[in-house]
């Protein structure tokens, strides 16, 4: 469990400990906003605060006996609500034994603190049990409702909690906050950000699973394609590693790094491996090539993570000989 917020999130965290100190919290609070920036851990952070014997104005503060015991996942007045697996619904069992723990006195004749998410994943039961409680809800327990689809959610239980938006990340901030939190370059930080849409802590999860190198290794390959330097059963190999939506996912981001390096006949910044091929790419290629690879390339990623169960080597190998085509005509 996570105690700390993250840098963007600093204007709500103030506001919500503002509303408690002034004893203005309400008893529902939704916490909406795009996925991958975090609010799972806000939610988390601020429960902890919530029943933290020492609250910081950052945070709670890691040392207490309730926060070792929310650390440890058994703190007794906090409850969480979760589906049962990623994706599926959250049945009104589980809601009904949130009512129950609503119920009993805090063990530490403090707050009680529940947490459901996602909170759009309730289902139509468990919504219409969660209302009552939402309406009279018993002293001093707050209810943390998590979404990143808050309209999915009925009305009658987003009227009933006080909204707080996270907006996305502002660039600046989220770049920061990867080159601190990671030991990667300034140019693959960059190259993430893009890649994860602006979503840092998607961003995190693409350095855990190596995406920048694996990205890079692609990015070789094209290169080493174009030039007839790397063989073609090679790469498609290499490639077979990778789930093809993220190869097809890549390749549109590179593409369109090309293409835009190529209208505005500026070089890539820095002297990396990665803008050196990138480079010898946009020399090589015209625009319209890079035009025809990016059109292919994005009709291979929607077919890639479509629902069908597709022949993922045979798209990344049609992909791989229309590239290899290009040498020809190149220039
Ligand atoms: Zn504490």
């Excluded at 503060?61 to 929310?70: A, F, M, S, T």
Aim: glycine letters at 6%; one cysteine or more; proline letters at 4%.
């Amino acid at each position: 469990m996570n105690l700390n917020i993250y840098p963007w999130q600093i204007e709500q965290w103030q506001f919500l400990v503002r509303a408690n100190r002034n004893g203005r919290l309400p008893h529902g609070l939704l916490l909406s906003g795009p996925s991958g920036t975090g609010i799972d851990d806000f939610a988390d952070a601020f429960a902890a605060w919530l029943l933290c014997e020492q609250q910081g104005e950052q945070g709670a503060c890691g040392q207490c006996q309730p926060c070792h015991q929310v650390l440890s996942g058994n703190h007794p007045d906090l409850h969480l609500v979760e589906p049962e697996e990623t994706g599926k619904q959250i049945k009104v069992d589980p809601v009904r034994s949130l009512i129950e723990f609503t119920q009993f006195t805090s063990q530490y004749r403090g707050n009680k603190v529940a947490i459901i998410r996602p909170a759009h994943a309730m289902n139509r039961n468990a919504a219409n049990a969660l209302l009552k409680t939402l309406e009279e809800p018993a002293d001093n327990v707050v209810l943390l409702l998590v979404s990143d689809s808050p309209s999915k959610l009925p009305v009658t239980i987003r009227s009933r909690c006080q909204r707080t938006q996270f907006s996305s990340v502002n660039r600046e901030s989220g770049l920061n906050w990867l080159c601190e939190s990671s030991v990667i370059d300034q140019n693959q930080v960059e190259t993430l950000w893009e890649l994860a849409q602006g979503k840092p802590l998607l961003a995190m999860d693409m350095i855990a699973n190596d995406q920048a190198g694996q990205q890079a290794q692609v990015l070789a390959d094209l290169r080493g394609l174009l030039e007839q330097r790397t063989d073609f059963m090679q790469i498609s190999q290499n490639w077979s590693e990778y789930s093809a939506a993220d190869v097809f996912n890549w390749l549109l981001f590179l593409i369109v790094t090309m293409t835009r390096s190529k209208l505005m006949g500026c070089r890539e910044n820095g002297k990396s491996q990665n803008n050196r091929d990138l480079q010898e790419i946009v020399n090589q290629l015209n625009l319209r090539q890079l035009m025809d690879c990016y059109d292919l390339a994005r009709c291979h990623y929607q077919a890639a993570s479509g629902l069908y169960n597709l022949n993922q080597t045979g798209l990344i190998e049609d992909f791989l000989l229309f590239w290899q085509g290009q040498t020809a005509t190149g220039g």
